[in-house]
């Protein structure tokens, strides 16, 4: 049963509008959550992160927002430009539950020009 | 520039010959992944090592076995590769003690598309 759910695998947007992209998690005690970019062939990049005693956390264009009664996150993409195009994957952990990270199955994002 | 880097790009091999799968890292970081990423299922945790020789089972580590002699470097083993193992296969490393990484985050390295005729 997976942990960490993104239950939308793509998302089409427009250049210049906002990218919303969802991540839903099980287990309370994850206590840090992730987002990472990766563009084919090529391995994951970290993008920004959030820890439990925040509810948001703004890195230039993304902004990770956190909601630890509905255990949900959403990562939003501000304004989304044609290199945003990529999977995103969302990831928990907690070292309380052991030093691994728990990736979600990833949203493929596309920005059209 | 941190750094992680694994031995090939694309491999390409026959059912039942064995693999190696080498990543290096330069961050001096303790703890080091291998996952296999999958269409539809994300990053899934085959083994990790928090330090030299030691080693960890992840999620899925049937068919695989590691190698961490050395801190920087982090080896994956497929003992009898077969078909259902063609993956895209990634490195990571974190900083971290103990196995705790605490809130670092990941550094992946750029990938091995393995494809197992």
């Known amino acids: 049963d997976q942990q960490v759910k993104q239950n939308s695998p793509s998302l089409s947007v427009q250049e210049g509008r906002i990218s919303i992209l969802n991540c839903d998690y099980t287990?309370?005690?994850?206590?840090?959550f992730l987002w990472y970019k990766k563009y084919p062939a090529e391995g994951p990049t970290f993008l920004i992160s959030?820890?439990?005693?925040?509810d948001k956390n703004e890195d230039g264009r993304f902004t990770v927002f956190l909601n630890k009664s509905a255990k949900h996150l959403s990562l939003h993409i501000v304004p989304s430009q044609p290199g945003d195009s990529a999977v995103y994957f969302c990831?928990?952990?907690?070292?309380?539950?052991?030093?691994?990270?728990?990736f979600g199955p990833g949203t493929r994002l596309s920005v059209l020009p | 520039d941190v750094k992680v880097t694994q031995s090939s790009r694309y491999l390409v091999k026959r059912t039942g010959e064995k693999v190696f799968l080498e990543c290096v890292q330069d961050?001096?970081?303790?703890?080091m992944f291998w996952y296999r990423q999958d269409p539809g299922l994300g990053l899934r945790l085959i083994y990790f090592?928090?330090?030299?020789?030691?080693?960890e089972k992840g999620d899925i580590p049937e068919g695989y076995s590691v190698s961490r002699e050395k801190k920087e470097r982090f080896s994956l083993i497929l003992e009898s590769a077969s078909t259902n193992q063609t993956s895209m296969y990634l490195c990571?490393?974190?900083?971290?003690?103990?196995?705790?990484?605490?809130?670092?985050?990941?550094?992946f390295g750029p990938g091995t598309r393995l494809t197992v005729l």
């Open positions: 990831a928990a952990r907690s070292d309380n539950y052991g030093q691994n990270f728990v």
């Open positions: 287990n309370s005690m994850f206590d840090y």
């Open positions: 959030i820890s439990s005693i925040k």
């Open positions: 961050m001096d970081h303790e703890n």
């Open positions: 090592s928090y330090d030299v020789k030691m080693k």
């Open positions: 990571a490393s974190v900083r971290g003690y103990k196995g705790v990484a605490g809130y670092n985050e990941q550094f």
